[in-house]
């Protein structure tokens, strides 16, 4: 088969990995790709947002899926357009990706199928929302209602952070993504992420996974897109697990089919563990950023048949195997993220690093120039790693960190800690 993998990060890395590694691919390109997808695909100079160009290429190549990584070609329609010129395509349509690119459209899905999440309201002005907090009071949750880069969202402790967060976002801060703004209840309890693999009728799950959000060890700092990962997620036990399937996962998809608007691709929720059980509080439509790659260090399955099978409806009788051993991630990321950083210093150590046992290390943004590697962005790098134990996995990713010679970076310390500390207490 030929394939065309679209984006540019460490999860399309990881993605390049595992889809590369599989035996029925002939050809697999990365449009724009990075310095370390480009040893597992060629990667081209596609604009991604240029639909009628992808498609020319997935012609003039004989393209014969298209996987689509980030969300913003998702909510920008591309796999519309896509299959309307007759190419298969992994991934929601447009009318499906709403799931993430509007907080309110998720809020009232949920509402309308009984789907269990926070108390909310939807506001297109900023006095009828600054009222709504002033008579709700802190703590409580602001969030623009279209895609802000996985910035949108304020969890406001006080009064004035909340009145701050919706003064910004109707101000402009978020541009068109904060025209409309979403309030709703502070949930209580342990944050999880749960993924399902979907055809628009069937949901499969996928290994539990767990991020890390803040930026420094302990939980400090301001959010990111995440600086590591780690799974098996030890909080879902089994009965979470049928709970999560049964009350969000599953009337989800029964829901999105009945609005004519079915869910096929990757369906990854944000979930609390809360006492009354688990509840939604948000919805991504493509692989979570780090979790795709320790989800794609633990899969045994191929990947490809998996994708093929949910763009043609036929996860009915398909199921996924995963290797037992833990896997976790450390995000290395360019010193001052998630605020202001310097692009173009020089990575080195990278292939000593890659020698450790069971490691693997995926580029989330760097660039090659002139036989070095550079960092390209603000997350970097991602060093996977898998072991018997967390506890092990966790080891062989920092000795792997510690052979990295990059001045500018800087990760945390402490990722995988809550599982590290549960197998301690095992012992």
């Known amino acids: 088969m030929h394939i065309l993998l679209i984006g540019s990060g460490g999860r399309e890395h990881a993605l390049a990995w595992k889809i590369a590694a599989s035996p029925l691919v002939t050809k697999l390109w990365c449009a724009p790709g990075n310095a370390g997808i480009a040893k597992e695909a060629e990667c081209v100079a ?8 992808v498609i020319d290429f997935c012609r003039a190549n004989a393209v014969e899926l298209v996987v689509v990584g980030p969300e913003t070609p998702l909510a920008a329609g591309i796999v519309d357009d896509l299959e309307r010129a007759g190419i298969k395509a992994f991934g929601p349509r447009r009318s499906a990706a709403q799931l993430e690119g509007s907080k309110g459209f998720t809020k009232d899905l949920c509402r309308e199928f009984n789907i269990p999440t926070g108390a909310y309201r939807r506001f297109d002005n900023a006095a009828d929302a600054l009222a709504y907090v002033r008579a709700e009071g802190a703590p409580i949750v602001v969030k623009a209602d279209g895609l802000a880069a996985g910035k949108g969202v304020v969890v406001a402790k006080t009064l004035a952070e909340a009145e701050a967060a919706i003064e910004m976002m109707f101000g402009g801060g978020f541009g068109s993504a904060g025209a409309e703004v979403v309030i709703e209840e502070f949930l209580e309890g342990r944050e999880v ?17 767990q991020d890390h959000k803040r930026v420094f060890d302990h939980d400090e700092g301001p959010n990111t897109g995440g600086m590591g990962a780690y799974s098996p997620a030890p909080f879902v036990t089994a009965e979470i697990h049928d709970q999560i399937m049964d009350r969000i996962i599953l009337p989800t998809i029964a829901g999105m089919k009945t609005r004519g608007a079915p869910f096929k691709g990757i369906l990854y929720a944000g979930l609390m563990l809360t006492e009354q059980g688990p509840k939604l509080f948000e919805y991504n439509v493509r692989f979570g950023d780090p979790e795709c790659q320790v989800l794609m260090l633990r899969m045994m399955s191929d990947l490809v048949p998996a994708m093929l099978a949910a763009c043609d409806g036929q996860l009915k009788n398909f199921d996924l195997r ?8 450390v995000v290395m990321a360019a010193k001052g993220y998630p605020g202001d950083y310097k692009k173009g210093g020089m990575i080195e150590g990278l292939d000593d690093a890659a020698k450790v046992d069971g490691v693997e290390i995926f580029h989330a943004g760097t660039i090659a120039k002139d036989g070095a590697i550079l960092a390209n962005g603000g997350r970097v790098l991602n060093v996977c790693a898998s072991g018997n134990t967390v506890t092990e996995a966790q080891a062989r990713a920092y000795q792997a960190v510690d052979r990295i010679k990059w001045t500018d970076g800087f990760c945390r310390r402490d990722i995988a800690w809550q599982a590290v500390e549960l197998e301690k207490g095992k012992t």
């Open 46 to 53: 596609l604009d991604v947002a240029d639909h009628a160009a």
């Open 193 to 209: 992420s749960f993924f399902a693999l979907c055809d628009g009728e069937t949901a499969i799950p996928l290994a539990s996974a």
């Open 322 to 329: 995963w290797f037992p051993e833990p896997a976790v991630t």
